[in-house]
């Protein structure tokens, strides 16, 4: 089977494309997304499809105007309509936390040209490569179910669907596709430098394991990640129903409480569950929410007396009281 066909198989498996979509396709300049695009693009006709290339000029180095222009160049080639912006906070922010500064950046540019252009699909080419590197990397660092799913074939965001369809092709695969065809792209020279610790996980970590370890440490990684999501899916689907279930919100939607007695009936993983929905549903994210806190949180409600308080990321408290558990703004 070749790439075409092999991508459009994981595709429609995925159900990640439907006729008559309009879809913004993130270009780099990088391999996966020249190739994302080219293949895209030999699939437009049979999907029905409304392309428009986008690129986000992050201005963090010196040969992002020219992979501007490339991908500039490449969208004309295609016939395909191009809109790029330029982030021109990038040179001026702090370093601590630039790669997330710049992909959320990136990110409400998509969302922005989707809304513009009435757009419901934003393609993006993470590949089989970085979904491995992604899941050692939690790994390394410390995660749960919910981390160790890593990269997915769809995700919703907004009422925008963010598919990947080259989540399951390896980076080599690309590359040789994109040789064959005689396509350029443009290489990050940061791609090669060991002091970011996604470089180092894949120049030396991978590698290492791959020789030393198990030569299909990539497809294990991928698996294992595959594996997962179905099973958080299904314990997600229930966390769900049960905090629609459990959950007493105020008026205001700032304050959350659950009954004590009927908590305690439950299953450690779904307790956790319902204080990650709970999170959730206060803040819009579980950023900086950890393993730590779900022990504090426990903690809480079976050893410490009424009245205690836990404090919580992003200004959320937790208190608990002589039947509930609260949970709220500070």
């Known amino acids: ?182 396509q350029s792209w443009r290489n990050d020279p940061s791609n090669q430098q060991t002091k970011f610790f996604r470089n180092r996980i894949r120049l030396e970590l991978l590698p290492l394991l791959t020789k030393d370890y198990n030569q299909n440490i990539t497809d294990i990684l991928s698996n294992l990640s595959k594996n997962i999501s179905v099973d958080y899916d299904f314990l997600e689907q229930k966390g769900c129903e049960l905090f629609k279930k459990m959950a007493i919100i105020d008026k205001n939607k700032k304050n959350i409480k659950f009954s004590l007695q009927k908590y305690t009936t439950h299953h450690p993983a779904l307790k956790r569950l319902l204080i990650r929905q709970t999170f959730q549903y206060l803040k819009g994210n579980t950023k900086r929410f ?8 426990e903690d809480l409600i079976e050893n410490r007396p009424n009245g205690s308080v836990v404090d919580l990321p992003q200004g959320i408290q937790s208190k608990k009281y002589n039947k509930y558990i609260n949970f709220y703004q500070k």
């Open 1 to 182: 089977m070749n790439i075409i066909s092999k991508i459009k198989k994981y595709i429609c498996d995925n159900r990640l494309l439907s006729q008559g979509d309009v879809v913004i396709v993130g270009v780099s300049g990088g391999a996966d997304s020249v190739a994302l695009l080219h293949i895209l693009h030999s699939l437009q006709y049979e999907f029905g499809l409304q392309l428009y290339v986008a690129h986000f000029n992050h201005q963090l180095r010196r040969g992002s105007n020219t992979d501007e222009k490339f991908v500039k160049k490449l969208a004309q080639q295609l016939h395909l309509p191009c809109i790029t912006e330029s982030w021109a906070q990038g040179s001026s922010q702090s370093k601590g936390s630039l790669e997330e500064l710049a992909r959320e950046a990136r990110i409400q540019f998509f969302m922005k040209m989707a809304k513009s252009h009435k757009a419901n699909i934003i393609a993006l080419a993470h590949n089989k490569n970085d979904l491995a590197e992604t899941v050692l990397m939690r790994i390394v660092r410390g995660t749960g179910l919910q981390g160790m799913r890593s990269i997915l074939p769809k995700r919703l965001i907004q009422k925008c669907n963010f598919i990947r369809p080259l989540l399951e092709t390896p980076r080599e695969e690309i590359e040789n596709y994109l040789h064959k065809h005689k």
């Open 290 to 297: 950890t393993f730590s806190h779900y022990e504090e949180i």
